[in-house]
């Protein structure tokens, strides 16, 4: 009962599936290709980047129906906190299940799914610089999940099986493509996006693909099955492309020992080449040749996370978290490109106050925050911007 009790208060991503979301899975072993030989060990690290954190926007989910998604400031230049600053800001709330927020130039984005609208603020103070209101020519709402940028444009993967693109100087929407079912990640990568298409409402009858769409053209070119229920979808800087994949959620609850599921595709064919077979990953976050992937149990209430070199695609540390600290149910993960910290959010039962944890990039605690409800998306600023 209290598994189901967690559940349906997690549940703000797939409305229809309250039954099953928080038992999440993936799919039988798929055998191991190949790895990668364009990675070479002595590959230099980028650049670093000089400036400091000045301040973090910490997007807070909520929870499905209540209307309660909220914007919190880190600020760390002056030691202070404020739970919502969107609210604060512009007089309003930001509206119903929060899913993605992200920075891109001067400006955050956060998609609001169940609101069905893109908040686009000013990322120096969180002022509003346009609502983006998403909705077919029948007066249905889109459902705006994830975002992504190329070369200028906004490209949102909508729960309607349709990707927007926004101009993002005059803000103004250009054009949809029809992808795959409930679409629930996308990244932008060789000219190309690529959208993890869930299926998510559709449940027993998932989606099993990842779209291929040309930015050029704005048409899908290519469908690449990588297994059901795929997720969040991120690309490399060596023209990959990993996706974790969730699998049937009913067949987790009911025991199955299958995790999650993680994959790579090959930006330049556009095919699968790789599964990971033994990586039962449910979310992950890429920075830089790392990424960071997290698993949790819903069943033994059990979390990990690991570190990933995307050049030799193996995993270098088995256990992230070096000093012990525990977390209850990590739920949102993103790395600050100032400073390399690592924040975690941690959505603890998804009904009380969630909290963040900032971790230095060797796996030691530096602090935590209270924040809202389900903290799950992460944007920065720099105190020199």
């Not at 119903?96 to 001067?106: C, I, M, P, S, V």
């Not at 299926?199 to 297994?227: C, H, M, N, Q």
């Not at 976050?285 to 059990?302: C, E, I, P």
């Not at 149910?329 to 009380?352: L, R």
């Amino acid at each position: 009962m209290q598994i189901l009790m967690e559940i349906r208060m997690m549940n703000t991503r797939h409305a229809r599936l309250w039954r099953w979301l928080g038992r999440l899975g993936c799919v039988a072993a798929v055998p191991l290709l190949w790895a990668c030989p364009h990675k070479p060990d002595d590959e230099p690290e980028p650049p670093a980047v000089f400036a400091q954190t000045a301040r973090v926007y910490v997007l807070n989910e909520g929870l499905y129906a209540m209307n309660n998604s909220t914007l919190s400031c880190i600020d760390l230049k002056n030691d202070r906190f404020e739970p919502d600053i969107f609210q604060r800001v512009n007089g309003r709330g930001l509206g119903d299940t929060g899913n993605e927020l992200k920075r891109y130039g001067n400006k955050l984005y956060i998609c609001v799914s169940t609101s069905n609208t893109v908040e686009v603020l000013s990322a120096s103070d969180a002022r509003s610089l346009k609502q983006i209101k998403l909705y077919n020519e029948a007066g249905v709402g889109r459902q705006p999940r994830r975002i992504a940028f190329w070369e200028g444009k906004a490209y949102v993967a909508c729960f309607d099986g349709t990707v927007c693109r926004i101009d993002t100087a005059t803000l103004e929407v250009e054009a949809f493509c029809r992808v795959g079912r409930n679409p629930d990640g996308i990244c932008a990568t060789n000219g190309k996006l690529y959208v993890s298409n869930s299926g998510g409402l559709d449940y027993p009858r998932y989606d099993s693909t990842v779209s291929v769409v040309s930015v050029a053209t704005f048409t899908e070119i290519k469908r690449i099955d990588v297994s059901i229920n795929p997720y969040t979808i991120e690309a490399d800087r060596y023209g990959d492309v990993y996706v974790c994949t969730r699998g049937n959620y009913e067949e987790v609850s009911a025991g199955d020992p299958r995790g999650y599921g993680f994959r790579r595709i090959d930006a330049g064919t556009d095919e699968l080449v790789q599964c990971f077979d033994d990586l039962a990953v449910l979310n992950f976050t890429v920075s830089g040749d790392t990424a960071y992937l997290y698993n949790y149990d819903y069943n033994r209430k059990t979390s990990w996370i690991k570190r990933f070199d995307l050049r030799t695609e193996t995993v270098t540390q088995e256990n992230f978290i070096q000093d012990g600290t525990e977390l209850r149910t990590p739920y949102g993960m993103e790395v600050d490109p100032f400073s390399g910290d690592v924040y975690i959010g941690d959505a603890a039962n998804f009904i009380v106050t969630g909290r963040v944890y900032c971790f230095s990039a060797d796996g030691r605690m530096k602090f935590w925050r209270e924040t809202g409800l389900n903290p799950e998306g992460f944007a920065f600023v720099g105190d020199n911007e």
